[in-house]
């Protein structure tokens, strides 16, 4: 498919967004079936169907790539620093052969672009094509620049002193940004493999490039004199001057009492929430919001296969509005900030399969979209099986951005393995996070068959285990001071769980599996800014068939529940104590 070019403009780009919102439009679901595992192995036989490209092999080294000597370099976020090798200074740049090789192979017809054994340095995105597959040999490593310029350099949209930017989405926001390491748009048949977990793709998030940013992670925190991420933003003007639409009551409402709600992650959903367009939503050079290390925007047939993401700068893996997507023996090491490692959203058809994670946030985090930017729909018709958790926030999280609703979501057969339990801990097994912003809805998640066997984050810590403890967590209350406007209850609903196996690990003070084994929190209705009458609805229809939750260290009240109704346990034990009620 020949390479898309854009003009830098409201027009066009709100044009391109509405076009690519009819593009993924997604008929009704079927009625499930009375077996919802059935239509679970549904899923798995379709996303399981082979991709077939042109047999036609591009080898990057044909266009003028050349692997790079490598040097000693620190890898640092916060407390935590790392000995690690970066690319020699003045290294070959990659880039213009990779981009030129996926281009042969695209014009001839599709094929596969080989990146061969060896260290590459890439002062630049890969952007995936309609029939070509980008394979990474056995001990091929891609370092990408850590300069955040190299990102605002080869965009589609020419955004002036922001840079050529790409339309993206940031934590269910869309915007003009930073491109991603790896990015597609719109294309058909693709796939991103390499041949074992030697096949690297490292984002170099900790590693200071020298341009007078700081390293990708950095960005998350305050420096002294410095603008980023945890700031104020100067050139995030007003709302008065970019959204004149709007009352004085509507931009109290949008902008709440938070003294940076115009820092960047704060300032785009008050964009989204005032209605403007995308087109005027530029990032970018002189923003702090991180890219995804591997994005992919409304692609279908889609393969990620047999390689490892290290040190990404945001999430690990982000598709929006994709279906037929496999994910498949992919290991996610990256334990920065927001180091989500597969965050499919407003997905339909999605199969998680022998992956393993160890990541510096949710493992796997289901999302659809927030405020009012809800326009692909639903993440709908997810399998994840056969795969390990290790470090991470949760491991199988629904949320918290799901504006447009996530149902029939199947999860078997999971070693919920928190191997770091001492110092780098699982904080939940199963987490639904939710908030009176939100709105849309979580419903029709099964799990089964899933073991935890040196349980979650059990260390003491006071109050209710919502953030991390609990091997089961519902949170509708999740972060709400972070969000001002909270107009929209979400509904939860028919949560099935069934043969869970917790084990315990010894701690100084005794041995224990969790803080809590579930804590189900309801909507607040304290937390909701709307109008009165609206209805706001419990957690319903939760169900927790043969399990055994190990030791929680909150003995007196191993379960909590609040504004939760239909909570039924069969056949649970808890502490050795046999739990058989409603």
């Not at 926030?393 to 799901?402: F, N, V, Y």
């Not at 912003?437 to 979650?456: A, M």
């Not at 059990?458 to 999740?478: E, L, Q, W």
């Not at 939860?492 to 005794?510: K, M, P």
Request: glycine content about 10%; aromatic content about 8%; proline content about 8%.
């Amino acid at each position: 498919m020949r390479r898309r070019r854009f003009l830098h403009g409201a027009t066009v780009a709100g044009a391109l967004l509405t076009a690519r919102a009819a593009a993924v439009a997604v008929p009704a679901p079927a009625p499930a079936p009375d077996d919802p595992w059935q239509r679970a192995q549904g899923i798995v036989e379709r996303c399981m169907r082979p991709l077939v490209f042109p047999d036609r092999d591009v080898a990057i080294t044909a266009f003028g790539a050349k692997p790079c000597a490598l040097v000693p370099a620190t890898s640092a976020w916060r407390s935590r620093r790392r000995d690690v090798l970066t690319p020699a200074p003045g290294a070959a740049d990659c880039y213009p052969a990779i981009a030129a090789a996926i281009a042969a192979a695209a014009k001839a017809g599709g094929g596969r672009v080989l990146v061969p054994a060896g260290n590459w340095y890439c002062k630049g995105p890969i952007v995936l094509r309609s029939n070509v597959h980008v394979h990474l040999a056995a001990n091929a490593q891609i370092y990408f620049s850590a300069d955040p310029a190299d990102y605002a350099k080869y965009g589609d949209i020419d955004c002036g002193p922001a840079g050529r930017l790409v339309l993206s989405r940031w934590q269910g926001n869309d915007l003009l940004n930073y491109s991603p390491l790896v990015y597609a748009f719109n294309q058909t048949n693709i796939a991103l493999t390499g041949e074992d977990w030697t096949s690297v793709l490292n984002g170099q998030a900790g590693v200071d490039a020298g341009a007078g940013t700081g390293p990708w992670w950095d960005w998350v925190d305050r420096k002294e004199g410095r603008v980023n991420a945890a700031t104020v933003n100067p050139l995030n003007a007003p709302l008065a001057t970019v959204a004149p639409w709007l009352t004085p009551e509507q931009r109290a409402l949008i902008q709440g009492t938070h003294p940076r709600w115009n820092g960047d992650p704060r300032y785009l959903p008050a964009l989204s929430e005032a209605g403007v367009p995308v087109a005027r939503r530029i990032f970018g050079i002189g923003h702090y919001l991180r890219p995804c290390m591997i994005e992919l925007i409304g692609c279908t047939d889609v393969l990620l296969e047999n390689y490892q993401v290290v040190d990404a700068p945001f999430w690990q893996h982000h598709p929006v509005a994709c279906r037929n997507l496999r994910i498949s023996r992919v290991n996610m090491e990256s334990l920065g900030p927001n180091n989500d490692g597969f965050d499919p959203e407003s997905c339909d058809t999605v199969l998680v399969d022998r992956c393993t994670f160890n990541t510096g946030d949710d493992c796997i985090a289901i999302k659809s979209g927030k405020n009012r930017d809800t326009q692909y729909g639903a993440t709908r018709n997810v399998v994840i099986q056969d795969s390990v958790m290790n470090s991470g926030h949760g491991g199988i999280t629904l949320g918290s951005e799901m504006a447009g609703g996530i149902e029939h979501v199947y999860a078997q057969r999971i070693e919920f393995r928190n191997a770091h339990w001492a110092t780098e801990p699982l904080g939940s097994a199963i987490r639904l996070k939710a908030n009176m912003n939100r709105g849309g809805f979580l419903r029709h998640l099964y799990v089964r068959d899933v073991t935890v066997p040196n349980g979650v984050d059990a260390r003491p810590r006071p109050g209710i285990a919502t953030g991390g403890g609990a091997i089961v967590t519902i949170d509708c209350d999740y972060a709400a001071g972070d969000d001002a406007v909270r107009t929209r209850p979400t509904a939860v609903s028919d949560i099935h769980i069934a043969n869970l196996r917790a084990g315990n690990v010894r701690l100084a003070d005794g041995a224990f599996s969790c803080r809590q084994a579930v804590v189900i929190l309801g909507p607040v209705a304290s937390s909701f800014n709307g109008p009165a009458g609206t209805p706001i609805p419990p957690v319903s229809n939760v169900t927790l068939t043969d399990c055994d939750f190990g030791t929680p260290r909150n003995g007196k009240e191993p379960i909590y529940l609040h504004n939760a109704r239909n909570v039924v346990l069969t056949r649970v034990t808890i502490a050795g104590t046999l739990v058989d009620s409603p």
